[in-house]
């Protein structure tokens, strides 16, 4: 995922250089002296991991000196798929009944405004029966508007983080009551290039990832991949594949039809890469899942789903309620998860077939069989239009 500082769905990751919810301002220029596992793929763009990534190694540290009363130079963390990378704590302080730990994010080679942050995590003793509570520190955000996957008024630390974090520091200090407060340091400035003041997201950064690390972005080698994972789909007679804006989707939708793994094409943001090739060399069944905003931009006909360069149409999309909900309301929302919400999932529907139709225009004939599948926020199937 490209991360650059906004708040988004678990279905937008760090897989994949997309979320309709953040803006690319710079290019930060790379530093290996962090993190250990940023390594070198066949791209020669070097991986990096996400700010949840780094507030839970930052939240550990610091719950582990408030255990043990010393730090260690290095802190080890798990992550979601099992990889066990190794951070260097950069600052770190300890004091009656508190602990703080910083991290220095390392973003690799992607484009990135937190590239270089320091992600700081102090954990402190809590009122007795309060449990462990997670707070925004200096330059966090908190959400103000609903269609978020974060409430009004939490910070603004996504869902996967969340769990990251609670669970490394729950590891050390199973029974604690604790405060365990995530900073940023000059965050709010950097969260004004991007577009968390637009969506409600107020004081700073959002805390972001679902599997903590970061692929670095490229549209080149992006688009080369997905076309290579067609290439090799039909070399393999794959009948059916399915390409997916993110990791949740895929999950769904190989679950879903049995499908095998090299079925499964990462398209990320590139429906245009995708689609345009699969034209000149097609396969016999193709299905596009995604999250609501993604494939509602494809249903305008966009080719590429990343924010930088397409945007929902939300007067479009009240258009396309019609008859479903006030047009107004869905005119108006903050995003378009939200308008999803106030509509109800006969919108899912309605998109997904926008949907294939934008991406039949797009095959030009090519004798592809094309559906589209809605996945929601909780893994849900919410519409595909290959079901009776």
């Not at 990751?13 to 979320?19: D, G, I």
């Not at 000196?65 to 990889?83: K, M, Q, W």
Request: charged share 20%.
């Amino acid at each position: 995922m490209l991360e650059t500082g906004g708040i988004v769905a678990a279905e937008l990751t760090e897989k994949r250089p997309s979320s309709f919810l953040v803006g690319i301002f710079r290019r930060g220029q790379m530093d290996d002296s962090t993190q250990s596992m940023a390594a070198r793929g066949e791209t020669d763009l070097r991986t990096g991991f996400t700010t949840g990534a780094c507030a839970t190694a930052a939240a550990k540290a610091a719950a582990s000196a408030l255990r043990d009363g010393r730090f260690e130079p290095r802190v080890t963390i798990t992550l979601p798929r099992g990889e066990r990378p190794s951070f260097e704590l950069v600052e770190t302080a300890l004091g009656p009944g508190w602990a703080r730990a910083a991290v220095q994010k390392d973003a690799g080679d992607d484009p990135d405004v937190t590239h270089g942050a320091l992600i700081q995590a102090t954990v402190r003793h809590a009122l007795q029966g309060t449990g462990l509570c997670l707070l925004a520190g200096e330059g966090v955000g908190t959400v103000t508007r609903p269609g978020l996957p974060v409430p009004p008024g939490a910070p603004a630390i996504n869902p996967v983080p969340r769990r990251m974090i609670t669970e490394a520091v729950r590891a050390i200090a199973p029974d604690l009551d604790l405060e365990v407060e995530i900073s940023v340091p000059g965050g709010a400035a950097l969260a004004t290039r991007t577009w968390n003041p637009r969506l409600g997201i107020e004081g700073g950064l959002s805390i972001l990832g679902t599997t903590g690390i970061v692929k670095p972005y490229s549209c080149a080698a992006w688009i080369a991949s997905i076309h290579r994972g067609i290439d090799v789909a039909r070399a393999g007679s794959v009948a059916h594949a399915a390409a997916s804006t993110g990791s949740t989707s895929e999950t769904v939708v190989q679950h879903h039809y049995a499908l095998p793994d090299h079925a499964l094409l990462d398209m990320g943001d590139f429906a245009g890469g995708l689609l345009k090739y699969l034209r000149r060399h097609p396969l016999p069944r193709l299905t596009i899942a995604g999250g609501f905003g993604k494939l509602t931009k494809l249903a305008q006909g966009a080719v590429d789903l990343h924010s930088a360069r397409s945007q929902v149409d939300f007067d479009r999309l009240a258009a396309r309620a019609e008859g479903l909900a006030d047009p107004g309301a869905v005119g108006s929302a903050n995003t378009a998860q939200q308008a999803l919400e106030i509509a109800g999932p006969e919108l899912a529907a309605r998109i997904a077939a926008d949907a294939k139709a934008a991406a039949r225009v797009l095959l030009a004939g090519a004798p592809v069989r094309v559906d589209v599948m809605v996945v929601d926020r909780q893994g849900r199937i919410a519409a595909d239009t290959a079901a009776p």
